[in-house]
Nanobody, 127 residues
Framework: QVQLVESGGGLVQPGGSLRLSCRASTSTLNYYAIGWFRQAPGKEREGVSCISRGDGSKYYSDSVKGRFTISRDNAKNTVYLQMNSLKPEDTAVYYC????????????????????WGQGTQVTVSS
């Protein structure tokens, strides 16, 4: 059983920044690739980013490339999503997830691939 907990969401003005955290209760997080997803009201869950174990290969959706950065701190069992230059269209509930593999697969952006999810954290970008 993998338990993931997201934190760091909130209300921010356009152009602002937030850092989301995804923490596991045990060091098991360090063995797995971790994906970040988001879901806006009325929309399907969308893959945002993924980081592999080990060399930490990273992937981003086109909509966030250049603005968001994914990283991991194995000593803290935590994966981060640094979000800069936020836009109103980034407003969504953000989730971290894993399919308990060690690398981000070719379908890393497909939510059905993942079987363990956190509860989500709300990000609202508004003036």
């Amino acid at each position: 059983q993998v338990q993931l907990v997201e934190s760091g969401g909130g209300l921010v003005q356009p152009g602002g920044s937030l850092r989301l955290s995804c923490r596991a209760s045990t060091s098991t997080l360090n063995y797995y690739a971790i994906g970040w997803f988001r879901q806006a009201p009325g929309k399907e869950r969308e893959g945002v980013s993924c980081i592999s174990r080990g060399d930490g290969s990273k992937y981003y959706s086109d909509s966030v490339k250049g603005r968001f950065t994914i990283s991991r701190d194995n000593a803290k069992n935590t994966v981060y999503l640094q979000m800069n230059s936020l836009k109103p269209e980034d407003t969504a509930v953000y989730y971290c997830a894993t399919d308990r593999t060690s690398v981000c697969g070719s379908k890393w952006y497909v939510y059905r691939v993942y079987d363990y999810w956190g509860q989500g954290t709300q990000v609202t970008v508004s003036s």
